[in-house]
């Protein structure tokens, strides 16, 4: 009973890690979100804006952040 009650448990944390969402993509990110300035796509821009939005999307990443987060803390 106690053996099958360890396996059911590492089955569970097996199937539940599968289903973590991997970490952010800068590529990704910067592909869909748009520059404020030249409104092409940040993978796209130059500007100046753009540039700090690719720096800030980097750190955060590097911080540990999910894209929800970046999203949101860029929205602010």
């Not at 969402?21 to 869909?32: I, Q, S």
């Not at 130059?46 to 700090?52: H, I, K, L, T, Y």
């Not at 999307?57 to 602010?76: P, Q």
Request: net charge negative.
């Amino acid at each position: 009973m106690r053996l099958r009650a360890l396996l059911l448990a590492a089955g569970v944390l097996l199937i539940g890690g599968s289903a973590l969402a991997a970490p952010p993509n800068a590529a990704d990110l910067e592909a869909e979100l748009v520059c404020p300035v030249c409104e092409t796509t940040l993978d796209q821009s130059n500007a100046p804006v753009a540039q700090r939005m690719k720096a800030f999307i980097r750190v955060r990443i590097a911080a540990g952040d999910t894209e929800r987060e970046i999203k949101d803390a860029l929205v602010d």
